[in-house]
């Protein structure tokens, strides 16, 4: 009876992509990115207060669960021209820097490391060799022969019981699994390891937003985090050096452990460093503000066209009408009545499904267009656009990884390689890298202005007569993620949110470009069409927060496998 | 005393994908829920619910599982029956379903020693914040099976007075 029982994850994510690909002699030629999901949150907001917005918004999703709230605030503080204290501008920027480390530590290690790491070679790993390896990378304690060991027994174990679990049906001994054994081995420890990790960055958060998922201490005009160095119930001294332990631990993790990781991968497998540039044009947004209003910040944002960092343009606030002004979504080849490409704050959500037209429309998701052009986001574009405009952090992080990806790959790889599948991974470890430290620094600039006796946290939100409207950005771990409100009589008369896996994962628009993920499969290689290993590569290396379905079609049209790459959001 | 675990799973969203955590909301409105036992609506959070499977000894999960059997029926599988059913749907090692991470637990040597699964076979699960009427009395069902096999490791959990209608 067992035998007929089906557990469907399918109905308990957050939403659906798929991805069709045409393969003619062993390589992509053709790609449709949809998604198979709608969001109605936009349509619900409509009428309401937009000081509850965030509680809805943050609803889109339960992993990025605390983006939507940020970016809500934001926007409707940016729509009333407001300042939000200090105190609350660091505790945000402590939520957003948690998060984005716990979601990165989770991407690579629970959601893509196995289109990578062979666990089943693993068994054949040479422990002193492994410790050697491991060691050549960084001095992390973990890395020893009795862990390796004990890991090398618990993964013969499974294998022998039959039973592998998270592993089964993994493409194990697919001819594009290329890591020795040592390096294997190694991966499969850290993958162990890396649970105990994410949760400790979860843990600070919840510490400081009263829950995760899903924070509570938001408000618009600040947060709702009460501080008083003295008091038990509130954000105190004994919290805060209890997220300050989480945070440097996780930090450690980051720079040991998950940074050496994806440059050893990286490394050794640089054959794939050509492959899953797609859209070159980037684009990312500044986050960690360090003043009320949001006109410095400690994470770099701008956009890059054609993949030359010499054409950087930076966004300087958090109303840079470079930014505000340049936002339209195109959806002709989405499932909304009508053929327009409006900006966020004109549009409408008017849902209009047909079926999966190739040459029509195909995809709930409305195509984002910056300037009329296809954008990648998401970590790479941050630390690109961080790189090109000389950021000291993102600077030190690049050079140091492409240094050392060099040296294991015995051939110069310069910062042109990051245009790439791997490239994507590398820029996620960086930048996990990069928001520990500031993780540290704001937690420090924190403890500092309190230290002065500021304890303020809200300013009260005013909302006059009439219209007004704003945007609020906020560079989330998928990527640039924005939110758009009209506000009437102080109720919501339109909100857009426009999410990265919307600039990553949308179709063509009206022109018939490619949206980045379509762009990034074509020419990818597959050995194999019955288990394509290398699409989910791709694909998972943009970290889509969305389930994701990839079917592969011949020529002739007919499915030859349907390979279902499912991620938690 | 070991500590038990009892999980409720599911897209409250998604009419009878909601069943365990239906579940769950029933049994903390009607049972007083002793200090060793710990209740979670877990919800749709993955591989989040690793932390707490890894801290219980024994772990009771109320789910939705689809099967031919008709709408409403009820039963309790072992890990090893449920996880022997998935290795043939799951198709890339991407999808961490309840199983997948329970197993993930394992491997790290830190899973529940003693697994029960109790499921419904659900009739609709189409957009809907309520049960199906062949699936809504199926709760109380769910719930009679979690208490004996609870009694069967010495753990009773008493009935509240005071709720309305019992």
Request: glycine residues 8%; charged residues 20%.
């Amino acid at each position: 009876m067992a035998q007929r029982i089906v557990v469907d994850p399918i109905t308990r994510i957050e939403g659906h992509l798929r991805i069709d690909a045409e393969v003619d002699g062993g390589k992509i030629t053709k790609a449709w990115s949809s998604g198979q999901m709608w969001r109605g949150i936009e349509v619900i907001l409509k009428g309401r207060d937009p000081r509850d917005a965030w509680l809805f918004t943050q609803r889109i999703c339960g992993v990025c669960t605390t983006v939507h709230a940020i970016a809500s605030v934001r926007a409707v503080e940016n729509a009333l021209g407001m300042e939000i204290p200090l105190n609350a501008q660091y505790i945000r920027n402590l939520v957003v820097a948690l998060h984005t480390l716990h979601d990165h530590i989770v991407h690579f290690y629970v959601l893509s490391a196995l289109d990578w790491v062979d666990v089943v070679s693993a068994l054949k790993a040479d422990i002193k060799k492994t410790v050697k390896l491991a060691e050549s990378l960084s001095d992390w304690p973990n890395n020893s022969y009795d862990r390796f060991k004990q890991v090398q027994q618990k993964v013969q174990a499974i294998v022998d019981s039959g039973q592998l679990g998270p592993f089964a049906n993994g493409y194990w001994g697919h001819p594009a699994m290329k890591l020795p054994p040592e390096a294997n081995l190694m991966a499969v420890s850290h993958y162990l390891e890396a649970l105990d990790f994410q949760r400790k960055a979860d843990q600070a958060i919840a510490i400081i937003s009263g829950k995760n998922p899903h924070i509570q201490n938001m408000c618009v005009g600040g947060v709702t985090a009460a501080i008083n160095p003295d008091n038990e119930t509130t954000l105190n001294i004994e919290r805060l050096y209890f997220v300050k332990q989480l945070t440097a631990e996780v930090r450690d993790f980051i720079q040991k452990v998950y940074l050496p990781d994806v440059i050893a991968i990286g490394a050794l497998y640089s054959d794939w460093l050509q492959y899953g540039s797609g859209v070159t044009n980037y684009l990312a947004v500044p986050d960690m503000p360090l003043d009320t209003r949001g006109t410095e910040f400690d994470l770099p944002g701008g956009t890059i066209m054609a993949g030359d960092l010499g054409s950087i343009k930076p966004f300087k606030s958090f109303d840079d009408p470079y930014f505000e002004k340049n936002v339209k979504e195109c959806i002709a080849r989405a499932w909304y009545d009508g053929n327009w490409t409006k900006h966020p704050y004109e549009e409408e959500t008017v849902p209009a499904y047909t079926d999966f037209q190739d040459d029509g429309k195909y995809s709930w998701i409305k195509a984002p267009r910056f300037m009329g052009e296809p954008m990648q986001v998401g970590p790479l574009a941050q630390v690109l656009t961080g790189y090109a405009q000389g950021h000291k952090l993102c600077k030190k992080y690049v050079d140091y990884a492409l240094e050392q990806v060099s040296s294991i790959a015995r051939t110069r790889v310069d910062a042109s390689a990051l245009h790439s599948t791997p490239g994507r991974h590398l820029g996620r470890a960086i930048r996990a890298a990069i928001l520990a430290d500031l993780a540290l620094k704001h937690w420090q600039l924190l403890v500092d202005n309190i230290g002065k006796g500021d304890l303020e946290i809200f300013n009260p939100p005013v909302f006059p007569k009439g219209q007004q409207q704003g945007f609020g950005f906020h560079e989330a771990p998928r990527g640039t993620l924005s939110h758009w409100i009209v506000i009437e009589d102080g109720k919501i008369k339109n909100y857009q949110c426009v999410v990265p896996s919307t600039w990553n994962a949308g179709p063509r628009d009206d022109g018939g470009k490619e949206g980045p993920y379509e762009a990034s499969l074509l020419e990818n290689p597959v050995a194999d069409p019955e288990r394509p290993l290398e699409v989910l590569r791709t694909v998972h290396s943009f970290d889509p927060c969305i389930a994701c379905a990839v079917h592969m079609v011949t020529p002739a049209g007919t499915e030859i496998s349907s390979v279902q790459a499912m991620k938690l959001g | 005393m070991d500590r038990i675990g009892i999980l409720g799973a599911g897209n409250l969203l998604l009419t009878d994908e909601g069943f365990g955590v239906h579940c769950i909301r029933r049994l903390v409105e009607q049972y007083r829920i002793p200090e060793n036992v710990a209740v979670l609506d877990g919800g749709t959070a993955g591989i989040m619910l690793a932390p707490f499977m890894e801290e219980v000894k024994s772990l009771y999960i109320f789910d939705c599982v689809n099967s031919e059997e008709p709408a409403g029926t009820i039963r309790c599988f072992s890990q090893e029956e449920l996880r022997s059913a998935s290795m043939h749907t799951s198709m890339s090692p991407h999808q961490l379903g309840l199983m997948e991470v329970l197993d993930l637990c394992r491997l790290r040597g830190k899973a529940p020693g003693d697994v029960k699964v109790i499921t419904a076979v659900p009739a609709n699960i189409s957009t809907g914040m309520e049960l199906s009427p062949q699936v809504a009395p199926a709760v109380d069902k769910a719930i009679d099976m979690l208490l004996r096999l609870l009694e069967e490791k010495g753990v009773i959990l008493e009935r509240k007075e005071s709720v309305s209608g019992a």
